[in-house]
């Protein structure tokens, strides 16, 4: 019989550490042959994503904790290789929620056929998929972007937040990124077309966004938190707008308070917090716009793919750690 591999959880991270690889386990089955009404996916891309970290604890969340022994949670896509399934036919170009796994089993209720003759199959995992979602999400329902306001999007040349900026430049904004390290601020100025970029690592946030944004911030696409949440709302305008869609700052450590709520009150801001996956209304809209915008070459990405299964748990650590230079994949096929 034919195997494939898979990765379970194995054990739960510590609260507030970094998981390590004894949290994940590697196992091989058997492939399996699709009852009727199911489908069998090869999956050729795993997606990783920092919610998985919080899936992994039992804290409280908007989700259930990722369940001990089971095929870790993840965004996939790939190739229809069997159907019973009249929706499906081999061949059938895919993207669902089958796991950290080489093949998987589908009743096709969360699987999506997808046109890859022009917008390449990976993508539907990044600016085509979830993340750019995110971001048109964020920025269109909660920032509401105003021709000549100043945004300003955190780990910017991220799956996220290279969108955002993108979209916030076509709607006329003046965008500016915070990244970690010269090269991914040079990109997200030369090559995504950001008006300025801050590095946090070298720079002092404060000084930095009071040179590159003079008249101030209007909307904050937050996707880090800690000290940069802090930085950005003492540079706040009067009624900004903050979507507040990420704190991977925290996800491995203790939460920064915000030092000053007055900045609500005196600048009459408001905070949204926001998971996209609540608003599903959003989802047909937002991905007609980003898949013609990629199609088109309007809007641009970059791919950080680790080669194999085996390398999905470091290439997890190294995501939640900023190693990641753009959408973090898995290569499976
Ligand atoms: N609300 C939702 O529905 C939703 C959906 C998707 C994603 N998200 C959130 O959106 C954010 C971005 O996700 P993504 O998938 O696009 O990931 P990503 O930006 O592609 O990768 C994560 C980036 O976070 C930055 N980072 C990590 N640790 C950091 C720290 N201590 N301080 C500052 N920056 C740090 C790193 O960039 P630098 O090297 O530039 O620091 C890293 O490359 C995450 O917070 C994620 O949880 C939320």
Same mark, same amino acid.
């Given at each position: 019989?034919?195997?494939?591999?898979?990765?379970?959880?194995?054990?739960?991270?510590?609260?507030?550490?970094?998981?390590?690889?004894?949290?994940?386990?590697?196992?091989?089955?058997?492939?399996?042959?699709?009852?009727?009404?199911?489908?069998?996916?090869?999956?050729? &891309?795993?997606?990783?994503?920092?919610?998985?970290?919080?899936?992994?604890?039992?804290?409280?969340?908007?989700?259930?904790?990722?369940?001990?022994?089971?095929?870790?949670?993840?965004?996939?896509?790939?190739?229809?290789?069997?159907?019973?399934?009249?929706?499906?036919?081999?061949? *059938?170009?895919?993207?669902?929620? #089958? =796991? &950290?796994?080489?093949?998987?089993?589908? /009743?096709?209720?969360?699987?999506?056929?997808?046109?890859?003759?022009?917008?390449?199959?990976?993508?539907?995992?990044?600016?085509?998929?979830?993340?750019?979602?995110?971001? &048109?999400?964020?920025?269109?329902?909660?920032?509401?972007?105003?021709?000549?306001?100043?945004?300003?999007?955190?780990? !910017?040349?991220?799956?996220? =937040?290279?969108?955002?900026?993108?979209?916030?430049?076509?709607?006329?904004?003046?965008?500016?990124?915070?990244?970690? =390290?010269? /090269?991914?601020?040079?990109?997200?100025?030369?090559? $995504?077309?950001?008006? !300025?970029?801050?590095?946090?690592?070298?720079?002092?946030?404060?000084?930095? $966004?009071?040179? !590159?944004?003079?008249?101030?911030?209007?909307?904050?696409?937050?996707?880090?938190?800690?000290?940069?949440?802090?930085?950005?709302?003492?540079?706040?305008?009067?009624?900004?707008?903050?979507?507040?869609?990420? #704190?991977?700052?925290?996800?491995?450590?203790? %939460?920064?308070?915000?030092?000053?709520?007055?900045?609500?009150?005196?600048?009459? #801001?408001? #905070?949204?917090?926001?998971?996209?996956?609540?608003?599903?209304? /959003?989802? %047909?809209?937002?991905?007609?716009?980003?898949?013609?915008?990629?199609?088109?070459?309007?809007?641009?990405?970059?791919?950080?793919? !680790?080669?194999?299964? *085996?390398?999905?748990?470091?290439?997890?650590?190294?995501? $939640?750690?900023?190693?990641?230079?753009?959408?973090?994949?898995?290569?499976?096929?």
């Amino acid at each position: 019989m034919p195997t494939y591999r898979r990765i379970v959880l194995a054990s739960r991270p510590a609260p507030e550490q970094p998981p390590r690889h004894d949290n994940f386990r590697l196992e091989t089955l058997e492939v399996p042959t699709p009852s009727n009404g199911q489908v069998l996916v090869r999956n050729l &891309w795993l997606s990783l994503d920092p919610y998985m970290r919080g899936r992994m604890g039992e804290g409280p969340s908007y989700a259930a904790p990722q369940a001990l022994n089971e095929t870790m949670v993840g965004g996939t896509a790939g190739e229809v290789v069997a159907s019973k399934h009249p929706g499906f036919a081999v061949g *059938d170009q895919v993207v669902g929620q #089958l =796991g &950290w796994q080489e093949y998987g089993l589908s /009743d096709g209720s969360r699987l999506s056929k997808v046109d890859t003759r022009h917008v390449p199959l990976s993508a539907y995992l990044g600016a085509v998929g979830m993340p750019g979602v995110t971001a &048109w999400h964020g920025l269109r329902r909660i920032i509401e972007p105003k021709d000549g306001e100043t945004v300003v999007v955190s780990a !910017a040349s991220g799956a996220v =937040g290279s969108v955002v900026g993108q979209l916030a430049k076509q709607s006329g904004c003046r965008a500016i990124g915070i990244a970690g =390290g010269r /090269d991914k601020c040079r990109y997200v100025v030369e090559d $995504l077309g950001f008006d !300025a970029c801050i590095d946090y690592k070298a720079q002092d946030v404060v000084k930095a $966004l009071q040179e !590159a944004a003079p008249k101030g911030v209007d909307g904050y696409f937050e996707n880090v938190g800690g000290e940069i949440l802090n930085a950005v709302l003492g540079q706040m305008n009067a009624f900004g707008r903050i979507a507040l869609c990420g #704190l991977i700052a925290s996800y491995n450590s203790q %939460p920064v308070p915000i030092r000053n709520p007055s900045w609500f009150l005196v600048r009459r #801001l408001k #905070l949204q917090g926001f998971i996209v996956s609540e608003h599903m209304e /959003d989802w %047909p809209p937002a991905l007609k716009e980003l898949g013609t915008l990629v199609a088109t070459g309007k809007l641009k990405y970059r791919e950080s793919v !680790a080669d194999g299964l *085996d390398a999905a748990p470091e290439a997890f650590f190294g995501l $939640l750690a900023g190693r990641n230079f753009g959408k973090q994949l898995v290569k499976l096929g």
